[in-house]
């Protein structure tokens, strides 16, 4: 009898596991099928064709691909995206460089993080009209060139003139993303035990090899995943030129083109090929980098590589002769 | 010696300090400059150059044009809409997969997380070719529940954020709570889903960041003007109010203003979601 119940017991336990199971993850893997593989799968399977979203297809083999690469406007443009890369190697660099300031003690950090950051924040079609306006003629930007003591007649058309519209775009990122990296960095630094900047100091090493020996190695994992973000990020370029100049005169990236063929053009085949094609490359470009790290690093969730563990010892050692010297009490 | 120190770390003070600044100017400029252009009116706007002050501060005149214009106060509703049924949901089903996936064995647990964390890897643009076509045949677009459902459907971070919180969440709280009857379901709504509001916090902070910025799928899939959202409202004035920045001006403002505030109410809040969902983001 007992036996009978506890039977029972299991039982139902059982099939609440199921019930419980299949019910919580209904939606979210309807959704994910739904949004991600279905279109997933049908974009291999357009990239096939030639066809619109109505209407009929027709199967055309590879011939959407030899136009990615054929194509000069298509496969070009993500030489467009070298800009970005170039903005993205300067606003880590920066964010680097205000987070490691902000990490010692300064006066008022709340209010120079708060307007460093905020540009984040603001949806991107606001960034396009504020950039459009920024960068307009005679509007901000030539306004502060001229009090500078510019001649108008100098001072370039941001966003026309080709050989310069591509940096100011790139720039209007660096200007977005820039305080998000130094939150995200400076959180990184914060979570390092801040009595060991404290010792640090009092052993008398100063501000580079503070930043050198004790926060470089503790952020490590954080720069290396932004540096992979940043460079998917830059062949996926897409926001500045499609909010601030559409593409036009030069601009447009490989996703803006990509958009304009699927959208506008609505040649749906052509622009699947091209979204499989970056797609290949950023996983390429994702596990390279990856490996990199690894073997640059000797094992990839290790925060210290064996040079750092190296330059570790060697800064302890030369703290342990600073002190021999007595240098410090 | 000691003075030596000193001054070079006065020096240095006054560098930082300087940078900061500087820093902190780059970044507002180009926003201090639209509240200027805002408070001007047409004369105002056409006779002064961009960097000079308003005659007064007390002009809202543009900023009642860009609301009819733009049909903002709609547009606004539409947006408290979507963020609501949006945020909502996302909690919910985030935080139930991550209960799931984190609490039980069971075959293709495995990949089904590893589905979600490639879903990640694609590029959301790059998607939107082929979703749109599924949207087009579910009969979804210009619809604000479509818009939402595609919200909904392409919300990998906050998946991320439940389940790292749960590999944190002692497993024994479950057990003892299965010990004293409770169900599964009882586990998870009674015992779990309170404990988990630094991880709703976070994922609300950032979700709704992101869905009240979202303007890419909302200018692909609400096409019909009375179905718009905040962020492309804006984009009304692009025809034949391209070149009258004072109006643009206010129009991005007001787009902003909520942002700011929610900013400088939810500030750590924001900062502490955004290091949180960088990990794995």
Redesign the interface.
Known sequence: MEKQSFKKWICTRKVQRRLVIFTFMFVPLLLLLLFTYIPFVKMIQFSFYNMKYIGARTFVGLKNYAEVFQRKEIFGSLFNSLYYMAGGVVQLALALFFATMMVFKVKGESVFKGAMFFPYLICGIAVGFIFKFFYARGAVLDTILQGLGMNIDNIPLWLQDQSINNISLAATSVWRYTGQNVILFLGAMMSVDTDLYEAASLDGANRWQQFRYIILPSIKSIIVLNIILCVSGCLSAFEPPYVITNGTMGTGTYFVIMNRIAHENQKVGTASAMAIVLLVLIIICTIGQKLFFKYAFDDGTSDESKAAVRKRKKAEKERKALQAKGGVR | MRMKRNVSSFV?AIV??V???L??I??????V??VL?SFKTNEEYAST???EFPSSFGYFENFKIAIEKANMLRCFGNTALVLLVVLTVSVF??S??A??INR?T?PGRGM?EN??LF?S???G??????????M?SLGLINHLYGYM??L????IIS?YIFLQFFENLPVSLDESAIMDGC???GV?FKILFPLLKPAIMTSLVLKG?SV??E?YSSN?YLQRPELKT???A??T?TGPYGNQ?NY??A??LI??IP??VF??VF?KQ???G??NG?VKG
Do not use: E, H, R, W
């Open positions: 240095f930082k300090y940078l900061l600044i820093a902190s780059v970044s507002l400029a180009p926003v400059v639209c252009t150059t961009v960097l089903t985030g139930m997969l209960y799931v039980f069971f089904i589905l979600f879903a890897l694609l590029p643009i790059a998607m939107q070719v082929t979703i749109y076509q599924i087009y459902i595609v909904m459907g392409t919300d998946i169900t599964y379901f998870f960041v009240y910025n303007y692909l905040i962020s492309t804006l984009y004035f920045y643009i001006c129009g991005v787009t902003i942002i700011l900013f400088l500030q924001v900062y502490s955004m290091a960088a």
